[in-house]
């Protein structure tokens, strides 16, 4: 299994746990989630990563209860896995950002069972960092179809759809207003 850490920084040698910048609103036992760890992702969810870090974004994929309509809906006969929403406003950082893709060992990292997201409490070393340089090219080669669009704001109620929608970074849409938890679930 491959878990790593994306981030806009070239040069982190050791990966300190430390708490998130913007607490979440967590289920009874999880405020612990927002204390000091090391965050990682599993390769198989890693094209939620492949974005400028503050970059707000909806992703879509189907799911086994996705239904006929929903699908049709949504990806309208796109041979893509996943759409991935992104406000215009971010379009040329997008295009122009490049990330850092670090490896981790595996071991010392639990799962939280919740869209590939993995953590640790001690410090980590990355065993390997890759620059990856052209976003949109790497999300197409996961099958991800980028969708430049205005605003947002009107994909609010995707959440109602029978696919999986993960909202990242939703603070940092034009007027979306502060996501509550789950961050895949927007107030």
């Known amino acids: 299994m491959r878990l790593s850490h994306f981030s806009e920084d070239p040069g982190i040698g050791l990966f300190e746990p430390r708490p998130v910048k913007v607490p979440s609103a967590r289920p009874a036992g999880q ?29 879509l994929w189907r799911t086994a209860a996705t239904t006929a309509s929903d699908a049709d809906a949504w990806f309208s006969g796109s041979p893509a896995t ?6 215009n406003a971010w379009s040329e950082r997008l295009s122009a950002t490049t990330i850092f893709r670090y490896d981790f060992e595996p071991s010392g990292f639990e799962d939280l069972r919740d869209v590939g997201m993995w953590v640790s409490r001690v410090a980590v070393r990355p065993i390997g960092v890759e620059a990856i340089t052209d976003l949109p090219g790497e999300l197409c080669k996961r099958q991800v179809e980028l969708r430049i669009v ?31 938890w789950p961050h895949s679930r927007p107030l």
């Open 150 to 180: 205005d605003s947002l704001l009107p994909m609010r109620g995707v959440w109602g759809a029978s696919l999986h929608a993960s909202g990242i970074r939703l603070r940092n849409a034009h007027g979306w207003g502060e996501p509550g």
């Open 31 to 59: 405020a612990w989630l927002n204390g000091p760890l090391v965050w990682a992702i599993d390769e198989a969810h890693e094209r939620l990563y492949l974005f400028p870090r503050e970059c707000p974004r909806i992703l």
């Open 82 to 87: 996943t759409l991935a929403f992104v406000e």
